[in-house]
Nanobody, 117 residues
Framework: QVQLVESGGGLVQPGGSLRLSCSAS????????MSWYRQAPGKQRELVAA???????NYSDSVKGRFTISRDNAKNTVALQMNSLKPEDTAVYYC???????????WGQGTQVTVSS
């Protein structure tokens, strides 16, 4: 059974930092492309950052220069370091694992990030 569990969300003031972590279990983590998505109230879910199985990264324009995605295959984790947070970053953040060639896709339950003064 595949499981993705996010942690690290919470309340932070504008300009602050937060680090999200996603722990994976019971699948071949290193073979998956990993991503962070977010969904704000009234908006559709959007891609925030991604890191492929080959460690290639890409970011949404809205977070470039502020967020950093990383992965540790030895620990089966993917992290999202978020700096210079803005109120518009407020959303539920979801971890995603994708293996296109195997048509496999998994989601975590999400963790709430609230940026407010």
């Amino acid at each position: 059974q595949v499981q993705l569990v996010e942690s690290g969300g919470g309340l932070v003031q504008p300009g602050g930092s937060l680090r999200l972590s996603c722990s994976a279990s019971k699948f071949t983590f290193s073979s998956y492309d990993m991503s962070w998505y977010r969904q704000a109230p009234g908006k559709q879910r959007e891609l925030v950052a991604a890191i492929t199985s080959g460690f290639i990264t890409n970011y949404s324009d809205s977070v470039k220069g502020r967020f950093t995605i990383s992965r540790d295959n030895a620990k089966n984790t993917v992290a999202l370091q978020m700096n210079s947070l803005k109120p518009e970053d407020t959303a539920v953040y979801y971890c995603n694992a994708d293996r296109p060639r195997a048509a496999a896709n998994f989601w975590g339950q999400g963790t709430q990030v609230t940026v407010s003064s």
